[in-house]
């Protein structure tokens, strides 16, 4: 099994920024993506941004593109996720989650955080 535990929420004013970390411990040998989601009271838990092993393959939500910045440090097992310019609707519950192949829908991630929030207010 895989843990993920996230870190990093907080309240924080619209055009401000936070920073996510999660850090994956367990049988992380085969980990290959890693990625963030969030869900907003009311909706769909939606994709934010994943990023692959090396690197090499990152992808970003339409939505929030140009402001936040996914990463990852294998020799620590973390993953980062930069969140600038910050609006109300990027208020949810952040999940990180970490699949072995890559994936930008949540059907291909087996293993999921507990969740951190994150409030923005106008």
């Known amino acids: 099994q895989v843990q993920l535990v996230e870190s990093g929420g907080g309240l924080v004013q619209a055009g401000g920024s936070l920073s996510l970390s999660c850090a994956a411990s367990g049988r992380t040998f085969n980990i290959y993506t890693m990625g963030w989601f969030r869900q907003a009271p009311g909706k769909e838990r939606e994709f934010v941004a994943a990023?692959?092993?090396?690197?090499?393959?990152?992808a970003y939500a339409d939505s929030v593109k140009g402001r936040f910045t996914i990463s990852r440090d294998n020799t620590k097992m973390l993953m980062f996720l930069q969140m600038n310019s910050l609006k109300p609707e990027d208020a949810a519950v952040y999940y990180c989650?970490?699949?072995?192949?890559?994936?930008?829908?949540?059907?291909?991630?087996?293993?999921w955080g507990q969740g951190t929030q994150v409030t923005v207010s106008s």
């Open positions: 989650a970490a699949g072995t192949s890559w994936s930008t829908n949540r059907s291909g991630y087996p293993y």
């Open positions: 990023i692959s092993w090396r690197g090499t393959l990152i």
